[in-house]
């Protein structure tokens, strides 16, 4: 059983920073990847950032490039998102997700576990 639970949302004035935590249990060594989604109310689910459990190789949508930063810990079984220079366009319900599989991908639907999501919002 595989358990993601985030935290670390909340309101924040556009130019803020927030930082978000993805705390994972169970069949850890399983994970190749794990990344950051995002939904806004009336759109899809779209990738923000993925990170490979083990080597730390890093990518990120071009949206968010250069100003959010994914990290992992791999002592304490977390990941991160780092999120600087936020904008109200960022507002949306991040998700932790996991991939238990080898291979990279920016889908969605090629995540095997999902945490319950937190509720960002950045005021203008």
């Known amino acids: 059983q595989v358990q993601l639970v985030e935290s670390g949302g909340g309101l924040v004035q556009a130019g803020g920073s927030l930082r978000l935590s993805c705390a994972a249990s169970g069949r850890i060594s399983s994970f190749y990847t794990m990344g950051w989604f995002r939904q806004a109310p009336g759109k899809e689910r779209e990738f923000v950032a993925r990170i490979i459990w083990g080597g730390g190789r890093t990518y990120y949508a071009d949206s968010v490039k250069g100003r959010f930063t994914i990290s992992r810990d791999n002592a304490k079984n977390t990941v991160y998102l780092q999120m600087d220079s936020l904008k109200p366009e960022d507002t949306a319900v991040y998700y932790c997700?996991?991939?238990?599989?080898?291979?990279?991908?920016?889908?969605?639907?090629?995540?095997?576990?999902w945490g319950q999501g937190t509720q960002v919002t950045v005021s203008s």
């Open positions: 997700s996991a991939r238990g599989r080898v291979g990279l991908s920016e889908d969605p639907n090629q995540y095997d576990y």
